[in-house]
């Protein structure tokens, strides 16, 4: 079958480099009370079967990837017993390369550390998974673990990445192309951050990352001025995100990354598969401006982009024919995310 726009980029960006482990999706669960290993394991078979996502291999066929969905798969739940120090030093080596020829692109391990305590260890290659796939994986098994079924499902992956191709076809695919070639009709602004080390000439990954949590006193706040704008906690980090963007590159055009779930159509809202698109914001933080009225503008854009965001990310570098720059991603060098999904607790017989 033929894969998806996503799925592609994926696919000719893990070729390049075969151990990649950047679309690794790797999670770890402490499972609290005893488990019933046996009835775990049926149930991570009931999933596969279930979802053809997780039946998934990816071939090339006449110079193009296809996906190839297996009718069934052999799944054992690897379990082994170790101490926390082991259980650390095992968790570390669980995440490795996927071969995208060999399906399922998804593996599991439950480490017993005591009767009442394990640790369920999963990865899955973003190719067929998505965060909210991963939600509703969790969601599911919780469900065929405890014994109940999940209602039939009408539509699996494959028939969506058939029908993103026929959408090509369409006066509406034409019409969100013409948005986002309108957007980027002015030549493609470059974020120029003063960093503390040259840029490389290849982009890689390697970096570190700073946590913070927002005060209470100031969460309150942003929901207030959210409330008086009209606008979405989202609409508004964004905006700030912009202004701090622009005062340390002293750009006033600025384009940030940002993905969406991409699962516009009621019917795929229960299905595992890789849906996330990506949306290039262009915003204008002008210094004569106020924040409230730059605030507006950035809300009328995200709703905007919002409303054409079936248009495949790709679709759109392709056809800027945008000049290659190894140490940069393509359209953006920034991106901002908002998840407000994930269910952290589990609850289970």
């Given amino acids: 079958y033929p894969v998806s726009s996503a799925q592609k980029r994926i696919y000719v960006l893990q070729q390049l ?27 991570f078979q009931q999933l596969i079967q279930r979802h053809e996502s997780f039946r998934t291999s990816f071939v090339i066929q006449e110079g193009e990837p296809v996906q190839k969905v297996h009718p069934s798969l052999d799944f054992k739940l690897t379990v082994r017993a170790g101490t926390e120090a082991e259980a650390r030093d095992w968790a570390d080596q669980f995440m ?9 692109l998804f593996r599991t391990e439950l480490i017993r550390l005591n009767p009442d305590r394990h640790l369920l260890l999963m990865d899955l290659h973003h190719i067929i998974a998505d965060g909210v796939s991963i939600d509703l994986l969790l969601q599911q098994l919780t469900t065929v673990y405890q014994g109940e079924s999940l209602p039939e499902l009408r539509i699996q992956y494959k028939d969506y990445a058939v029908w993103q191709q026929q959408w090509k076809e369409t006066e509406d695919f034409q019409r969100q192309e013409a ?7 002015d030549e493609v602004p470059v974020l120029e951050l003063p960093t503390d080390y040259a840029r490389p000439p290849v982009q890689n990954f390697a970096g570190k990352h700073v946590d913070f949590v927002l005060d209470e006193e100031l969460t309150q706040a942003l929901k207030q001025l959210t409330a008086e704008t009209g606008t979405t906690l989202y609409m508004l980090l964004l905006a700030a995100y912009n202004i701090w963007l622009s005062k340390y590159s002293n750009q006033t055009d600025i384009v940030v990354g940002t993905p969406v779930v991409g ?49 495949p990310f790709e679709e759109l570098v392709d056809q800027l024919s945008l000049s290659r720059d190894t140490s940069r991603n393509a359209l953006f060098q920034a991106m901002f995310t908002m ?9 289970l017989e």
Wanted: one cysteine or more; a negative charge.
């Fill in 17 to 43: 480099d075969r151990n990649l482990m950047h679309y690794n999706m790797p999670c770890a669960f402490v499972l609290i009370g005893s488990v019933d290993v046996r009835r775990l394991e049926q149930a």
């Fill in 263 to 311: 699962r516009s159509h009621a019917d795929v809202q229960s299905i595992v598969g890789m849906f996330v698109n990506t949306l290039a914001m262009r915003n204008y933080p002008e210094g004569e401006k106020r924040f409230v009225d730059f605030l507006q503008e950035v809300k009328e854009g995200a709703l905007a982009a919002y409303d054409h965001a079936d248009y």
């Fill in 96 to 104: 490795r390369p996927f071969s995208l020829e060999q399906a399922p």
């Fill in 179 to 185: 948005y986002w070639l309108s957007t980027f009709a």
């Fill in 339 to 347: 998840q407000n999904f994930g269910n952290d607790l589990l609850q």
